[in-house]
C-alpha cells in the first residue's frame, strides 16, 4: 500500500498544470481550520476536542518562480479546555507572509500538479472575549513558521493545506502568567485559491508568453499555435520573410531553394539539378576551363573558351581532335599543319617542304623542260659496250648534261632504271641491267653528283616499251630511264 501511495505522489508531482506564474500573478485563497493553543496550561496541538475554528481570507502575489508574498487575515476563537484551567476568547489577526515555493523549477517543476511551499512571516493578533474567561483585552506581536501543500487542479483553481505555528510576545491570554513560557498557537487551515490576472503577450498575437516561442512576432502577422509566425512550407523562413513560401528553400536565399546545394539558388541557377559555379551561374565546369560542361566540346580536357573548351596545344586556332599537326603550328586550312615553302601543301605531304612546289607533283615543283628533254634524250643516248656494263664514250655528252641539270636542281633526285631487251638469259639480262644503271650512277658520281641523291634499279627485260620480235623493237627496250624524284 505504501509504494502505491509513494507511486501515486510522483505521478502527481509530475503531472504538468499551470497553477499562479507570471501570467497569473495574483490569488485569492478561502479557507477554514482550527487553531490549538499551547502554554502555560498545556498543550491541545493535535486535539480535535474541543475545535476552536477559524477562517482565513489570503491574498497572494507572484514574486518569482520561488517566492510569493501574502496577505493573510483570519478569524475565530482561540481557548484551551483543561482539567482545572480554561480560558476562552475571540482571536482576529493578519500577517504578512512570505512564502518558498518548492515548485520553482529547482527541485520540482514550476508547473507541477502538487507543490508544497515553506512560510514564515509577522503579524499582530487580536485577542477579546468573556472578563471570566481571559484575562484581558489586548494585542499581540507573532512570527508564524510553517508551510504546505497546493494541488493543482485547472489553471486557475487550485485546494490547499497550510499549518502554521505561531510565536507569540505574550503571556497573559490564558489568565495564568509565566515569565518563562509565552502564549502560543497553531493554525491548521485548509481551502480553496483562484488565481486570476491576464497572462503576458508581449508580441499581442493571443499567445501567452509562456507559450510563445516568438514572443516579439511583429505585429499583425498571422502565426501558429506556437506564436511564431506562419512558415508554409517549414523551412525555417516565415512566409512574410518568404521569397518562395510555397517550396522549402534556405534562410541564405530568403527561403528559395538550392536544390544542387551548388550556393545558387535556383531562380539564378542554369543548372539547377547539378552542382556547379557561381561563374557560369550554377552550371558545372569538370574539365576548369571555364567552359561549362553543356557547352564544352571536350568536358574531360581543359581547352579554350574560344575553341567550345576544346585544347589548341600548338595555339594555331585548330583543335588538337581536328589539327592533323597538334604539335606544330599551322593553318586552318591546312588543318593546323605548317606550310614552310608556302605552296598550299601541308609539309607533312609535301616531299619537298622547303621548296614551292605544286599540288600534282606533291609539292613539289614541277620537272623543267630543259630536264625533261635531257632524260628523254638519255633514253636512247646512252650506249653500252655490247654484253657489257662499259658506257660508250659517245654518251658523255648526255650524261654530263644530266650532271648540269642535277647541279642546277640541288631538290632534284634521280631513279636511275636499267631495261634490256629480251634476247639471251633472262637472269643474266637482269643482272646486266643492274650493273648499267650502276654504272650510270658511278659516273655521275665522278661528275660531283652525291650519291645519296641516286638510286640505281636493274629491272632486266620485265618491262619492255617496244616488241622485242623487232630490231627496232629490241632497240627500244634497251635502255637507261632518268626519273626525277623528290
Excluded at 512560510?119 to 477579546?128: I, P, V
Excluded at 497550510?162 to 502560543?184: A, H, M, V
Excluded at 631495261?419 to 639471251?424: E, N
Aim: glycine share 12%; proline share 5%.
Amino acid at each position: 500500500m505504501k509504494k502505491l501511495f509513494t507511486l501515486l505522489f510522483l505521478a502527481a508531482m509530475l503531472t504538468t498544470v499551470y497553477g499562479q506564474n507570471a501570467d497569473q500573478k495574483w490569488s485569492i485563497s478561502l479557507m477554514g481550520g482550527k487553531t490549538e493553543y499551547t502554554g502555560d496550561l498545556g498543550s491541545g496541538l493535535f486535539h480535535f476536542n474541543p475545535f476552536y475554528w477559524h477562517g482565513a481570507l489570503q491574498l497572494n502575489h507572484y514574486l518569482n518562480p520561488s517566492f510569493d508574498l501574502g496577505l493573510q487575515f483570519e478569524y475565530g476563537s482561540y481557548g484551551f479546555d483543561g482539567n482545572t484551567d480554561s480560558f476562552l476568547s475571540r482571536k482576529t489577526d493578519g500577517a504578512l507572509l512570505l512564502k518558498y515555493k518548492l515548485a520553482n523549477g529547482y527541485l520540482f517543476k514550476e508547473d507541477a500538479r502538487i507543490a508544497p511551499f515553506l512560510a514564515t512571516g509577522l503579524g499582530f493578533a487580536s485577542f477579546a472575549g468573556d472578563a471570566t474567561r481571559t484575562r484581558d483585552d489586548d494585542w499581540d506581536a507573532f512570527i508564524p513558521l510553517g508551510g504546505g501543500i497546493k494541488v493543482n487542479i485547472t489553471p486557475k483553481f487550485a485546494v490547499e493545506y497550510q499549518i502554521l505555528y505561531n510565536f507569540t510576545n505574550g503571556d497573559y491570554r490564558d489568565l495564568n502568567e509565566s515569565p518563562s513560557k509565552d502564549d502560543r498557537f497553531l493554525s491548521h487551515s485548509v481551502g480553496i485559491v483562484l488565481a486570476f490576472g491576464a497572462p503576458k503577450d508581449t508580441d499581442g498575437d493571443g499567445v501567452p508568453d509562456k507559450l510563445d516561442n516568438c514572443p516579439e512576432t511583429p505585429s499583425g502577422l498571422q502565426v501558429d499555435i506556437n506564436g511564431c509566425p506562419v512558415d508554409s512550407d517549414k523551412d525555417g523562413v516565415a512566409d512574410y520573410m518568404d521569397k518562395c513560401p510555397s517550396v522549402a528553400g534556405l534562410a541564405a536565399f530568403s527561403g528559395c531553394p538550392d536544390t544542387d546545394g551548388d550556393g545558387i539558388q535556383d531562380a539564378v541557377d542554369d543548372c539547377p539539378d547539378v552542382k556547379g559555379l557561381p561563374t557560369l551561374k550554377g552550371c558545372p565546369d569538370k574539365d576548369g576551363d571555364g567552359v561549362r560542361d553543356s557547352q564544352d566540346k571536350c568536358p574531360d580536357v581543359k581547352g579554350l573558351l574560344e575553341l567550345d573548351g576544346c585544347p589548341d596545344a600548338d595555339g594555331d586556332g585548330v583543335t588538337d581532335a581536328a589539327d592533323k599537326c597538334p604539335a606544330a603550328k599551322g593553318s586552318k586550312e591546312l588543318q593546323g599543319c605548317p606550310d614552310t615553302d608556302g605552296d598550299g601543301i601541308a609539309d607533312i605531304d609535301d616531299k619537298c617542304p622547303l621548296v614551292a612546289g605544286i599540288k600534282d607533283n606533291k609539292g613539289c615543283p614541277a620537272v623543267k623542260e630543259e630536264a625533261i628533254k635531257v632524260f628523254t634524250q638519255a633514253l636512247t643516248g646512252i650506249l653500252f659496250e655490247t654484253g657489257k656494263d662499259v658506257i660508250r664514250s659517245s654518251s658523255y655528252g648526255i650524261l654530263d648534261n644530266v650532271v648540269k641539270i642535277m647541279k642546277d636542281n640541288p631538290e632534284y633526285n634521280l631513279s636511275i632504271n636499267g631495261h634490256t631487251d629480251a634476247a639471251g638469259d633472262d637472269a643474266k639480262n637482269l643482272d646486266l641491267s643492274q650493273r648499267r644503271a650502276d654504272a650510270v650512277v658511278k659516273y655521275l658520281t665522278k661528275k660531283g653528283i652525291d650519291a645519296a641523291r641516286m638510286t640505281a634499279k636493274g629491272f632486266g627485260e620485265t618491262m619492255p616499251v617496244a616488241d622485242n620480235d623487232t630490231a627496232a623493237g629490241r632497240a627500244k627496250n634497251r635502255r637507261v630511264e632518268f626519273k626525277v624524284v623528290f
